[in-house]
């Protein structure tokens, strides 16, 4: 056994001040291995070793010396004094875990395996889905003629082959124009308008309202060059560019727009005239224009896109009556309603002519129209615009209004967002045009999906428009762009008629010459009166119905099981 002496030191720590000479016989057991002042010294101990080693391996036997130092062949006695040396508790350190107990160690290792299992079997399950949502549309497409594309992309106007395309304007160079204009100035006002029935704020699906017919109410749809204060303002030389707020909403909200629409341009001396042909587009109100599902073709079906906008218009009309209070009072404005005779009554609408300047020498004004008043919490008077929103069948939008309305009332205007993006834009737009303090949207729904006569209505929102405009990132200053880029085109141009048409197939907007003659005799396709329109089903003819949907949906169910 190596040994020798430590020399004591009586005086303190550390060694002794005098040197302690170390005696031949105190070294004569050490291990010396020969080695050359060229070589490069190894390390001296290595404990990066486990020095607990959890079982005896095979290379080094059960008699393995726990420290394992080789010393060589020529080492003097090095395996008899490891073979002797023992340690007091040689058991392994005990591990911890450091997420749990051992079992859970156990689990981690079957993870991967469960978590392909999972992944696989969802896979599986979305791919089902997929399926009969595919079946679903095919049997919901069957036998209702061709795509949406064919109807949606088709021109709002025949394009004549005497007509001269002047030019094109594409959609993208409207989303980089900006303009900033003024307050406008109110000229005149006319007509007369009820107070808002505060009862129907608190409409919802569980206590709705059956939508009523005012059959005995006239609305007017009465273009630019046919309104008689229009013709005045112009004769007095109040403005250089005439027009309606539905006409400039048309082009503020161009960019957002799908269907093919049309604007009829006059320049008569230096004054230009915006106007619309007799039955345009612009007179009905889209229904899913922006919406990726396809909607049937044929005009006679209940859900086409024609069939839609007639019946968005009508239940527009009438919810923008129902909801104001007809006591018989009503806030006349300074001229009576221009276009309604003594003989008939007409609806309460109020026409804002208001005129903005555009630059130094350019002025427009506009007919804007509010259909109600309502007292504030001020004790003031709010001028409101109404407008509805309709809901002819929850398969197309995905979302059933009358159990998403009241827990989900985001995910419904979400929705409306994305499927009408442009209808909601130019309501906001004229909102905005006629100065209305509040915006009040209706959601008006079917009472049965194949029933396109009787609607109920579920709920009635209010929003501020300039707010509003900021919630679907509808730009002023961009609309206004719009606006005065295409009155600077048309002041260019001749005395003549005109006509700007969106392109039924691609995001541009042409200008055409047209003879001064065109549209004079055109021929208006007007929707059949109700007498003779399709009649909704029977009460036995939608069990039936209803049964056999059931059915259908049970069978496809099991065949998705399967």
Not at 436 to 446: F, H, N, P, T, W
Request: glycine content about 4%; charged content about 30%.
């Amino acid at each position: 056994m190596v040994s020798f002496n430590v020399p004591y030191n009586p005086d303190g720590w550390g060694p002794p001040e005098a040197p302690v000479s170390l005696e031949s016989h105190h070294l004569r057991h050490a291990p010396y291995a020969p080695f050359s002042k060229a070589d490069k010294l190894g390390r001296i101990a290595d404990w990066t070793r486990n020095p607990f080693p959890s079982r005896p391996s095979g290379r080094g036997g059960a008699d393995a010396s726990v420290f394992d130092l080789a010393f060589g062949d020529d080492s003097l006695g090095a395996a008899d004094d490891d073979s002797s040396f023992r340690l007091v508790d040689g058991r392994p350190a005990p591990r911890h875990p450091r997420f749990g107990p051992r079992w859970r160690f156990q689990q981690q290792r079957q993870l991967p395996q469960r978590k392909d299992e999972e992944v696989e079997a969802r896979r599986r399950e979305a791919e089902k889905e997929r399926q009969r949502r595919d079946r679903l549309y095919n049997q919901n497409r069957a036998g209702a003629g061709q795509r949406r594309e064919a109807a949606a992309f088709r021109s709002s106007v025949d394009i004549q082959p005497e007509w001269a395309m002047l030019d094109q304007i594409p959609f993208s160079s409207f989303s980089k124009l900006s303009y900033a204009v003024g307050e406008p100035e109110d000229i005149v006002a006319c007509g007369a308008v009820e107070f808002y029935d505060r009862s129907y704020d608190r409409v919802n699906p569980k206590s709705d309202r059956k939508l009523e017919r005012f059959k005995n109410r006239t609305f007017f749809k009465v273009t630019t060059t046919d309104d008689p204060v229009i013709r005045r303002l112009a004769n007095e030389d109040k403005a250089t560019v005439f027009a309606t707020d539905t006409i400039l909403a048309a082009l503020m909200c161009s960019p957002r727009s799908v269907y093919s629409w049309d604007i009829v341009v006059q320049r008569v001396g230096n004054k230009l005239f915006f106007d619309k042909r007799d039955g345009s587009q612009l007179d009905l109100l889209s229904v899913n224009e922006t919406s990726q599902e396809p909607l049937p073709e044929a005009k006679e079906d209940i859900n086409s896109a024609y069939s839609l906008s007639v019946e968005a218009a009508y239940v527009n009309q009438n919810f923008s009556q129902q909801v104001l209070v007809r006591d018989g009072n009503r806030i006349a404005f300074e001229e009576p309603n221009p276009f309604a005779s003594e003989s008939e009554e007409p609806a309460s609408v109020a026409y804002r002519y208001r005129r903005w300047k555009l630059d130094e020498n350019i002025s427009l004004v506009a007919r804007c129209e509010v259909h109600g008043t309502m007292v504030d919490t001020k004790g003031g008077r709010s001028l409101l615009t109404i407008n509805a929103l309709n809901e002819f069948d929850p398969k197309y939008s995905g979302v059933d209004w009358r159990q998403k309305l009241e827990t989900q009332r985001g995910a419904v205007l979400a929705t409306e967002l994305k499927n009408n993006a442009n209808k909601l834009a130019r309501w906001t737009a004229q909102a905005l045009l006629s100065g209305a303090d509040i915006m009040k949207l209706g959601y008006v729904s079917r009472a049965h999906p194949r029933d396109h006569f009787n609607h109920v209505i579920l709920s009635v929102q209010g929003y501020k428009p300039r707010e509003f405009a900021m919630q679907i990132n509808l730009n002023t200053s961009n609309m206004w762009g719009i606006v005065k880029s295409i009155v600077d085109l048309c002041l260019k141009l001749n005395e003549g008629k005109y006509v700007l048409v969106k392109d039924p197939s691609k995001p541009q907007v042409r200008l055409y010459e047209v003879p001064a003659d065109a549209f004079e005799n055109d021929y208006v396709e007007e929707p059949l009166p109700e007498e003779e329109q399709v009649q909704p089903p029977t009460e036995e003819e939608s069990n039936a119905a209803s049964a056999a949907v059931a059915a259908s949906r049970d069978a496809e169910e099991k065949d998705a099981d399967v």
